[in-house]
């Protein structure tokens, strides 16, 4: 079983180093600085072997080139981000299962964020790693893909074990709490963890890992299915499309 240990760097970004506790071979994900990785990697006496991106966007590839000069690395990413991927060794199709020590990996295509989005499924380890597709309590801005393709993705992530730890690339836990709770204001289970998780983030903890069951439950961006949940918010006549649109779209202005 691998350990997983969470990386907080730049302002508000998780990197993630997953290692094997008795040999110390180690992967990172994101590693959107250095020095954090570095640090980290020298403390616990560990051989980082790969860089796994989730995407190409600068705060998750930022470290690329100088963590592969100083441990001499591959670096992996997916096939659609070969262009864009700096120092990318071992590319990745949807559906592919990579092996690290003896765990599978599993790779998916998540568009809607970026174009090459991809997640990262740890299936003995019960861990999933969304990049910025999927947030706590949130989902990434649409940057390159459509409102298809982003929900199609969110699908996707939501057919996963409900049991599943969901590690995201951002801090914004607290930020979309008030966003679901600015929409969905009676909600008593997203203030109760609204104020477990701002007592966590005053302590410098990060928020997460959550669960796809807490997800699922309380995650507006995972509720276009809820019926309930758009008549009270006034949607009813939203399709799951335009629902889910319509929902990012304030999103975007809040
Ligand atoms: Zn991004
Ligand atoms: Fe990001």
Same mark, same amino acid.
């Given at each position: 079983m691998?350990?997983?240990?969470?990386?907080?760097?730049?302002? +508000?970004?998780?990197? %993630? =180093?997953?290692?094997?506790?008795?040999?110390?071979?180690?992967?990172?994900?994101?590693?959107?600085?250095?020095?954090p990785?570095?640090? %980290?990697?020298? *403390?616990?006496n560990?051989?980082?072997?790969?860089?796994?991106?989730?995407?190409h /966007?600068?705060?998750?590839?930022?470290? #690329?080139? &100088?963590?592969?000069?100083?441990?001499?690395?591959?670096? =992996?990413?997916?096939? $659609?981000?070969?262009?864009?991927?700096?120092?990318?060794?071992?590319?990745?199709?949807?559906?592919?299962?990579?092996?690290?020590? !003896? @765990? &599978?990996?599993? =790779?998916?295509?998540?568009p809607? /964020?970026?174009?090459?989005?991809?997640?990262y499924?740890?299936k *003995?380890? #019960?861990?999933?790693?969304?990049?910025?597709?999927?947030?706590?309590?949130?989902?990434?801005?649409?940057?390159?893909?459509?409102?298809?393709? $982003?929900?199609?993705?969110?699908?996707?992530?939501k @057919?996963?074990?409900? !049991?599943?730890?969901?590690?995201?690339?951002?801090?914004?836990?607290?930020?979309?709490? *008030?966003?679901?709770? @600015?929409?969905?204001? &009676?909600?008593?289970?997203?203030?109760?963890t609204?104020?477990?998780?701002?007592?966590?983030?005053?302590?410098?903890?990060?928020?997460?890992?959550?669960?796809?069951?807490?997800?699922?439950?309380?995650?507006?961006?995972?509720?276009?299915?809820?019926? &309930?949940l758009?008549k009270?918010?006034? %949607?009813?006549?939203? +399709?799951?499309?335009?629902f889910? *649109?319509?929902?990012?779209?304030?999103?975007?202005? %809040?």
């Amino acid at each position: 079983m691998l350990k997983i240990e969470i990386i907080p760097c730049l302002k +508000d970004n998780f990197s %993630f =180093v997953i290692y094997n506790k008795i040999n110390r071979n180690s992967l990172v994900i994101d590693p959107g600085e250095v020095e954090p990785i570095i640090y %980290f990697i020298k *403390k616990n006496n560990l051989k980082l072997n790969y860089i796994l991106n989730t995407h190409h /966007h600068s705060d998750h590839i930022g470290g #690329n080139l &100088e963590l592969k000069k100083k441990y001499s690395l591959k670096i =992996v990413g997916s096939k $659609m981000d070969q262009k864009r991927i700096p120092g990318i060794d071992i590319v990745l199709n949807d559906g592919d299962i990579w092996n690290f020590e !003896n @765990s &599978e990996i599993e =790779v998916r295509e998540t568009p809607g /964020h970026t174009i090459g989005h991809i997640y990262y499924y740890l299936k *003995k380890e #019960n861990a999933l790693f969304t990049g910025d597709t999927l947030f706590s309590f949130g989902c990434g801005r649409l940057f390159e893909g459509t409102y298809e393709n $982003m929900l199609s993705s969110l699908k996707l992530i939501k @057919s996963l074990p409900h !049991n599943t730890n969901i590690y995201c690339g951002h801090e914004y836990t607290l930020n979309n709490i *008030k966003f679901c709770l @600015s929409l969905d204001k &009676e909600n008593q289970i997203l203030k109760k963890t609204y104020n477990e998780i701002k007592k966590k983030i005053d302590l410098n903890i990060p928020s997460i890992p959550t669960t796809l069951k807490e997800q699922i439950s309380n995650n507006i961006f995972l509720n276009f299915d809820n019926i &309930e949940l758009k008549k009270k918010l006034k %949607f009813e006549n939203l +399709d799951e499309l335009n629902f889910f *649109k319509k929902i990012r779209e304030l999103k975007d202005q %809040f």
